[in-house]
């Protein structure tokens, strides 16, 4: 059983910086890929990002590609998302995941955050 909690959202004008953190409870947290995911009032949840295991590799959504950035700290059981060059359509729930396979699927997720909003003023 993983528990993940989200930390950092909040408001922030277009072309500002935000960055959230995912804290894992648990021994295992280097056992698993962690995703970030965003759900804007509506819409389906979309897929943002994940990083490997070791944090070696990381892949993202066209939409956010060279704009966020995730991390992640196994000695802290901690994941982050670094966010720049934010825009108004970024506006969401952002939710972090924890998974056993790198994957863009929402169902390849086993663990979800309660979510953190993050919301981009025009």
């Known amino acids: 059983q993983v528990q993940l909690v989200e930390s950092g959202g909040g408001l922030v004008q277009a072309g500002g910086s935000l960055r959230l953190a995912c804290a894992a409870s648990g021994r295992t947290f280097s056992t698993y890929v962690m995703g970030w995911f965003r759900q804007a009032p509506g819409k389906e949840r979309e897929f943002v990002g994940f990083?490997?295991?070791?944090?070696?590799?990381?892949d993202y959504a066209d939409s956010v590609k060279g704009r966020f950035t995730i991390s992640r700290d196994n000695a802290k059981n901690t994941v982050y998302l670094q966010m720049n060059g934010l825009k108004p359509e970024d506006t969401a729930v952002y939710y972090c995941?924890?998974?056993?396979?790198?994957?863009?699927?929402?169902?390849?997720?086993?663990?979800w955050g309660q979510g953190t909003q993050v919301t981009v003023s025009s």
């Open positions: 990083v490997s295991m070791s944090g070696a590799r990381a």
């Open positions: 995941a924890a998974g056993r396979v790198s994957s863009r699927s929402v169902r390849a997720y086993d663990y």
